[in-house]
């Protein structure tokens, strides 16, 4: 079994990853606030987070492994939004869920086990909350609920922060109803015509950090494997989130390993409107950039440190991505190829490649061995440089290399009567093989050669796609 190993930001080390449970791997990653379409910032964690998901999936099977990514639809960024556009909270995060969703899917992102909505789960907050009343880790004071950092210990521990240096380094107004500065609020009150429910404390809504304390322990337990998100979200969110969990559940961490990505920049500088080099995926996107380039960027740079989106880097993923393409359709890569190799047991990761990306996700050391197993002619090379790019999350549609690799779908028209020849030629190839008729075999394949068809030889069968040079003239006088 391949070892992962990685940076776990609460130790500040790279460690061996031992899941509590092999056979159900957990993990949650805070998910986007749907009020505005997702920037390049935002694309990172689902990219890379994704390519975490896979490589689990990969070592301890896709039915072992559970990926959480929540949905923050109340927030008082989607109440502005909605006060300054006229239109209803609901259909604001209704939009915007389904652009983010539709996003992802354009950068090869799969779709988490859950995405839990957090006006889906008010009443596992306020139980949660009422809890840590009870504890005495919370208190209520103007109809809002804080939770006592000095009842916490560890508070800090994750970001490295001592209570005095946050309170130091704070220059916010500090409402006068916390006992603390650093108190932070987990319930608010909410009045007419803001979203709000009922609570023990009033009608109200809650702070941001106890969605994700609450949602977690509801679909992953009170203790899971890897929690992880953008760095800029360890403080004060994440500090937050496991001040809240570890007090509701003494005795018990909350995530084993706690994983950050960081930024993201344009040419070197820090993504801002004020610059105008802000842009969503959708602009990439509407400007022809396909959503592979957009990932194979994204991947090419560790995530543990800050990424540079330059044009030039976007131009080499293109040539990239196009030259491997053209290799993997040449070389017959269909979907039912694909199924035939599952089938066959060889659709199989090359071991290097599955060490490099298991060591703390080297997505970029990953790319480096594709490109040496892109130059390899064995079938077992070629499987592994198809399944390297398929765990990278690279190909979209193995039934459209040809187009994504810009061979012109002009020259790829096969007549409907060429499929069941060459499948004739190709059992009578077989058929000679078998009975040791060497001469018959090599003339059969000569033929298929000759008119440009690349044959793939799979467990046993043969697999088969028009080549550049494909001509089905050749092949017209055999009807
Ligand atoms: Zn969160």
């Known amino acids: 079994m391949t070892e992962i190993r990685l940076h776990n930001s609460k130790t500040r080390r790279k460690e061996v990853f031992v899941p509590l449970d092999p056979g159900n ?38 039915g072992h ?16 939004r909605a006060a300054e556009s006229g239109r209803s909270i609901g259909d604001i995060t209704e939009e915007t869920t389904g652009w983010y969703l539709e996003d992802m899917a354009a950068l090869g992102v799969m779709e988490p086990t859950h995405m839990p909505r957090a006006t889906g789960y008010i009443a596992q907050m306020i139980a949660m909350i009422a809890g840590l009343i009870e504890s005495g880790h919370a208190y209520e004071a103007e109809g809002h609920v804080l939770f006592a950092v000095e009842s916490y210990a560890a508070y800090g521990a994750l970001s490295g922060r001592s209570v005095d240096d946050m309170i130091a380094g704070a220059r916010v107004e500090v409402a006068p109803y916390k006992r603390n500065p650093m108190d932070f609020v987990m319930w608010k009150p909410s009045p007419e015509g803001l979203p709000g429910w009922d609570s023990p404390w009033g009608r109200g809504r ?17 203790s899971f494997d890897i929690h992880g998100g953008g760095n800029d979200l360890m403080f004060p969110h994440h500090e937050n989130e496991i001040a809240q969990s570890a007090c509701a559940h003494p005795g018990v961490e909350m995530a084993q390993v706690w994983m950050h990505n960081e930024m993201l920049m344009v040419e070197g500088k820090k993504m801002s ?17 396909p959503g592979e380039v957009i990932r194979f960027v994204l991947l090419s740079t560790h995530y543990g440190k800050p990424m540079d989106w330059t044009e030039a880097k976007r131009e080499e993923a293109t040539a990239t991505l196009k030259r491997w393409y053209a290799i993997l359709h040449r070389h017959g890569f269909t979907a039912r190829l694909v199924e035939t190799l599952r089938q066959g047991g060889q659709w199989q990761a090359d071991a290097e490649f599955a060490g490099v990306l298991a060591n703390d996700l080297n997505a970029p050391g990953a790319i480096a061995r594709l490109h040496v197993l892109s130059k390899g002619h064995t079938a077992p090379a070629l499987a592994g440089f198809a399944h390297g790019l398929d765990m990278l999350g690279l190909v979209a549609d193995w039934d459209r290399l040809g187009e994504m690799a810009g061979i012109a779908a002009a020259e790829q028209v096969v007549p409907d009567w060429v499929g069941p020849l060459v499948e004739d ?27 440009g068809v690349n044959v793939t030889d799979v ?6 796609s028009p080549g550049e040079r494909f001509d089905p003239a050749v092949l017209e006088a055999l009807r």
């Not at 492994?65 to 502005?80: L, P, S």
């Not at 093989?433 to 075999?441: K, L, Q, S």
């Open 459 to 464: 467990g046993g069968g043969a697999s088969w």
């Open 273 to 289: 409107k004020s610059l105008g080099n802000f842009f969503t995926v959708r602009d990439l996107l509407e400007q022809g950039v």
């Open 25 to 62: 791997v957990r993990m949650y990653v805070c998910g986007p606030t749907v009020y505005d379409r997702a920037h390049l910032g935002n694309a990172r964690p689902a990219v890379v987070f994704d390519v975490l998901f896979r490589l689990l999936r990969h070592v301890y099977g896709a």
């Open 206 to 222: 809650p702070g941001w950090h106890i969605e994700c304390s609450a949602m977690a322990a509801d679909l992953l337990g009170d």
């Open 425 to 451: 030629l190709l059992a009578r190839r077989q058929a000679a093989r078998a009975g040791r008729d060497w001469a018959e075999a090599d003339r059969l394949r000569d033929l298929l050669n000759a008119a």
């Open 65 to 80: 492994v559970t990926y959480v990514r929540n949905i923050t639809d109340v927030d008082d960024k989607i109440n502005a």
